[in-house]
């Protein structure tokens, strides 16, 4: 499956664009708002796949650096990284894991992926209250000329 690989800055840049709503064309922004919500839900999606994906990997690198610090890795992983130390208890082990780099790296950018997502959701009830807010635009103007 392909991806679309977007950052956090462009996507609230393509939203400071896309809220803008022009009140001289209220019925073509009507008609947009499916457009728009199709748009950010494949960007979502693409994210969520990606979260999946970022979320298999840290598990992964999570299991290979508890392996290394518990000293059951294969001997070979410690000829190449030595580690001298016996981990005896939880805490300890807690220690070595949260102050890995690899293993934070991996949850930074789970972290980053939920960050997006969360994002997306609120474009989502944005795009969803859209077609209300139009709505009330249109009856406004209507009540300003005096026909409401």
């Not at 030595?82 to 894991?97: C, G, Q, S």
């Not at 930074?108 to 989502?124: G, H, P, Q, R, S």
């Amino acid at each position: 499956f392909l991806l679309l690989m977007i950052d956090l800055e462009t996507l609230q840049n393509m939203w400071k664009n896309d809220t803008k709503i022009d009140r001289d064309n209220l019925h073509e922004e009507s008609l947009n708002t499916p457009t728009l919500h199709a748009k950010y839900f494949e960007v979502y999606n693409n994210v969520f796949l990606l979260r999946a994906k970022a979320e298999k990997r840290r598990s992964a690198i999570y299991h290979s650096r508890y392996e290394y610090y518990t000293g059951k890795a294969d001997p070979e992983v410690y000829i190449e990284n030595p580690f001298p130390k016996k981990i005896r208890d939880k805490e300890t082990l807690a220690k070595y894991l949260e102050a890995d780099e690899e293993l934070s790296t991996a949850k930074l950018k789970v972290t980053y992926y939920d960050t997006m997502l969360n994002f997306l959701e609120d474009i989502i009830k944005q795009l969803h209250q859209r077609n209300y807010q139009i709505k009330n635009a249109i009856d406004y103007m209507k009540f300003q000329s005096g026909l409401g």
